[in-house]
């Protein structure tokens, strides 16, 4: 399997992927939103994109569709629920079913709510898995839930579905966030020495040769798996004095996805 992260440098920080298969050729495009640049890659490498997939309904992912589709003729995937928000759906997604390209790439489809109601995560049976998250797990952070999105939802995703896969999963979202929710960890928990570190090398990272983080990393650094953490729980409890010493994990992901709301 070989990735191609693919930086758009819009205001939205987008990333857009292509995923080859080295025996075919064969590509699926993942959110190609600048389809110029995933035509560009694909044709400089010798690749015949034929799935495009969408991870959720949001223009800044479904943008360049149409594009794309018109110069290759590729089928279009996303979550089965997401055929009224996308126009055009070839295939619908459900939990556990597998996305193939060419002879060698197989991606498990997870059903990943929260950031919206009809999300899909991508991920790999590969010897180092790769999940492709689009906007329910970020570098360091997780999904807002503004538009079409559920805050339980996103705690259930993270609880019950990515907090179990492998720590040495490399992580691919859907946007280059990464400094500025180092940013917010470390106005959660200024002691957290990885983050604080992290965030000296990623500061003026070129976003072309953007930092790929594993679960493992993801668990030291971003709040949003460190639920635990009785720095995160004492600060917590000086912004909301009614949380109980030791408030179960949903409700401190709830009120960091709060606060981190109007962070
Ligand atoms: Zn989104
Ligand atoms: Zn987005």
Same mark, same amino acid.
């Given at each position: 399997?070989? %990735?191609? !992260?693919?930086?758009t440098?819009?205001?939205y920080?987008?990333?857009?992927? &292509?995923i080859?298969?080295?025996?075919t050729?064969e590509?699926m495009?993942?959110?190609?939103l600048?389809?110029k640049?995933?035509?560009d890659?694909a044709?400089a490498?010798g690749? !015949? %994109?034929?799935q495009v997939?969408?991870?959720?309904?949001h223009f800044?992912h479904?943008g360049?569709?149409?594009?794309?589709?018109?110069?290759?003729g590729?089928k279009? &995937?996303?979550?089965v629920?997401?055929g009224d928000?996308i126009?055009?759906?070839?295939?619908?997604?459900?939990a556990g079913?597998?996305?193939?390209?060419g002879?060698?790439v197989?991606?498990? =489809? &997870?059903d =990943?709510?929260?950031?919206?109601?009809?999300h899909?995560? $991508?991920?790999?049976?590969?010897e180092?898995p790769?999940?492709?998250c689009?906007?329910?797990?970020?570098n360091?952070?997780?999904?807002?839930?503004?538009h079409g999105?559920?805050?339980?939802?996103l705690?259930g995703t993270f609880a019950?579905?990515?907090? !179990?896969?492998?720590?040495?999963?490399?992580?691919?979202?859907g946007h280059?966030y990464?400094?500025?929710?180092?940013e917010?960890?470390?106005d959660?928990e200024p002691d957290?020495?990885?983050?604080?570190?992290?965030l000296d090398?990623?500061r003026? !990272?070129d976003p072309n040769?953007?930092?790929?983080?594993t679960?493992?990393?993801?668990?030291?650094?971003n709040?949003?798996f460190r639920l635990?953490?009785?720095?995160?729980?004492?600060? $917590?409890?000086e912004v909301?004095p009614?949380l109980?010493?030791q408030?179960?994990?949903?409700?401190?992901?709830?009120?960091?996805r709060?606060?981190?709301?109007s962070?």
């Amino acid at each position: 399997m070989i %990735i191609e !992260q693919i930086w758009t440098g819009n205001a939205y920080r987008n990333f857009n992927y &292509l995923i080859a298969c080295p025996e075919t050729g064969e590509a699926m495009a993942i959110d190609p939103l600048d389809y110029k640049k995933c035509l560009d890659v694909a044709t400089a490498r010798g690749w !015949q %994109i034929t799935q495009v997939l969408n991870t959720h309904e949001h223009f800044d992912h479904t943008g360049g569709n149409e594009k794309v589709i018109a110069a290759t003729g590729a089928k279009l &995937l996303a979550h089965v629920n997401a055929g009224d928000s996308i126009g055009g759906m070839d295939r619908g997604l459900q939990a556990g079913d597998v996305v193939k390209v060419g002879n060698t790439v197989e991606l498990e =489809t &997870l059903d =990943t709510p929260g950031h919206t109601m009809s999300h899909v995560c $991508l991920l790999s049976h590969t010897e180092i898995p790769a999940l492709f998250c689009g906007d329910t797990l970020f570098n360091a952070g997780a999904g807002n839930c503004h538009h079409g999105g559920h805050p339980k939802e996103l705690y259930g995703t993270f609880a019950r579905q990515l907090s !179990q896969l492998a720590d040495n999963t490399r992580v691919y979202p859907g946007h280059d966030y990464l400094a500025n929710n180092l940013e917010f960890t470390l106005d959660r928990e200024p002691d957290n020495e990885q983050a604080s570190d992290l965030l000296d090398n990623v500061r003026d !990272q070129d976003p072309n040769k953007a930092l790929v983080s594993t679960l493992g990393m993801e668990k030291e650094i971003n709040t949003f798996f460190r639920l635990q953490s009785p720095t995160v729980i004492a600060k $917590l409890r000086e912004v909301f004095p009614d949380l109980s010493e030791q408030p179960d994990p949903e409700t401190v992901f709830l009120k960091l996805r709060e606060l981190r709301n109007s962070w």
